[in-house]
């Protein structure tokens, strides 16, 4: 379990120590093929384990520093074993956290400020390159570990050891949620005024006004006023970097010095205009424009959803059958409303781990119970009146065979699969590229690390 806790924190580690100056007097903790580990990593990732598990485990810096390096271990050999990883998927991983991060923290804002970067496009670079490691090294493990599996006996097995033990794990909370989801668009008239005002602007700029200023006075990026990236309206991006799909298409369709015609993004409607062409890299400047929602329109999209909600509570038509005739989520719409988990890929999610607001919605609830129409917006995205219905929770509760079987067994499967990747790790030490500071020869590693 303590192995498996680790695992779990690494990732938001990444993102902390990247996020630091880390270009100063910092000792090299650990060499791993070409992956370097520094001793303030060692520091930050305690740390930030410490806080998270609230001091229930205790970890030694050797332990965390062998997790690390069996982590590095696996990148490397990915790149020797030819992985692939793309940059789509790549992308699409980096718009998951950002969302992820979004929900947690409140904001993306917060979620910048938090980790300690300087702006978005910082953020995304940092979360590029760490996604980009991680589903090396996810792709590493399953290659690894494709042929393991658990039968039903070394389930039971592994569950009477955690009894004798007297170590049984404590599940968390558990709830499903389905949703009913009303989005609220702008008007015809409301999308037609904004691409008229693009329009109007690129004429304005093409004739020889400055786009940077024109940015500054009509675009609705919040970068826009800044002195990061982003201000006046300026991008420096490649075809790696974590921009929406729409964005970079345009960008790079373009000439140096031409001005796009408006086109749309799950942002709202935008105009660019390439400054400069350095090899892989542009030099953008762009206009956000956000068509605006009337308050009229928002309150009728709450009526709607609050009449929707009235004929569930008296009977007059089963949730399932509402989703399918009202809900403008396809997510969602085919799978009876129910929401899945990204980070597990299932339905059910861990109450204590979920974002604050939508805990303070959906934690008093009982099974069977709607919430009342709520408005949410997703950042730079759609606008909309969602309601939840609690399809199930499950209090916190020792582990129990039966009822948590499937857990039980994710739990084994875990175990042996990580015993599996122990056992290659031994394998590839041999021949792998190691060095270790002599502050660090002192640890007793599981695995011989130190080649002795």
């Known amino acids: 379990m303590k192995q498996h806790i680790i695992g779990l924190i690494l990732f938001l ?64 050999h990915a790149v020797v074993d030819s992985i692939v990883v793309s940059d789509p998927e790549v992308n699409s991983e980096v718009e998951r956290n950002i969302a992820y991060f979004a929900q947690q923290l409140g904001s993306v804002e917060k979620a910048i400020e938090y980790y300690g970067f300087s702006d978005e496009e910082e953020l995304r670079t940092e979360l590029a390159g760490i996604q980009r490691e991680q589903l090396l090294i996810k792709r590493e ?130 105009i660019i205009q390439v400054e400069k062409i350095k090899g892989q890299e542009r030099d953008v400047r762009h206009i956000l424009m956000q068509p605006k929602i009337s308050v009229a329109e928002l309150q009728a999209s709450k009526e709607e959803l609050a009449k929707i909600r009235e004929e569930i509570l008296k009977g007059e038509i089963t949730f399932e059958d509402a989703v399918l005739k009202y809900s403008d ?48 917006e997703v950042r730079g995205g759609e606008k909309m009146h969602k309601i939840l219905l609690l399809k199930s929770k499950d209090d916190t509760h020792t582990a129990n065979f039966t009822k948590d079987y499937e857990k039980i067994q994710q739990l084994a499967l875990q175990k042996k699969q990580e015993e599996t990747v122990e056992k290659w790790a031994k394998d590839k030490i041999i021949d792998t590229y190691i060095k270790i500071n002599k502050d660090f020869k002192k640890c007793t590693f599981k695995n011989n690390w130190k080649k002795e």
């Open 141 to 270: 493990r399953a290659t690894i570990t494709e042929k393991i599996d658990v039968t039903p006996e070394e389930v039971r097995t592994y569950f009477k050891n955690l009894e004798v033990d007297n170590n049984l794990p404590e599940f968390s909370a558990e709830i499903e949620l389905a949703q009913i989801v009303k989005y609220v668009k702008p008007s015809e008239e409301e999308v037609e005024r904004v691409i008229n005002k693009l329009n109007e602007l690129k004429k304005e700029i093409e004739e020889g006004y400055s786009f940077r200023l024109k940015a500054i006075i009509n675009s609705d990026d919040p970068a826009v006023s800044g002195n990061g990236a982003g201000a006046g309206g300026k991008y420096t991006i490649t075809r790696e970097s974590g921009f929406i799909k729409e964005f970079k298409e345009v960008a790079f369709s373009l000439d140096e010095g031409e001005i796009s015609e408006p086109f749309e993004s799950g942002f709202g409607y935008h």
């Open 329 to 376: 989520d396809e997510d969602t719409k085919n799978n009876k409303g129910l929401i899945l988990n990204p980070n597990t890929n299932d339905t059910r999610f861990d109450l204590t781990l979920i974002g604050p607001d939508l805990y303070a919605k959906v934690n008093n609830l009982k099974a069977g119970e709607i919430t009342e129409p709520f408005y949410e």
């Open 13 to 76: 580690f990444f993102i902390s120590a990247k996020a630091q100056e880390r270009i100063k007097v910092d000792g090299v903790a650990v060499v791993v093929g070409k992956n370097i580990v520094l001793d303030s990593d060692i520091d930050k990732f305690k740390k930030e384990l410490q806080s998270r598990i609230e001091g229930k485990i205790n970890i030694s810096d050797c332990e965390i520093l062998e997790e690390i390096m069996t982590q590095k271990l696996l990148a490397h």
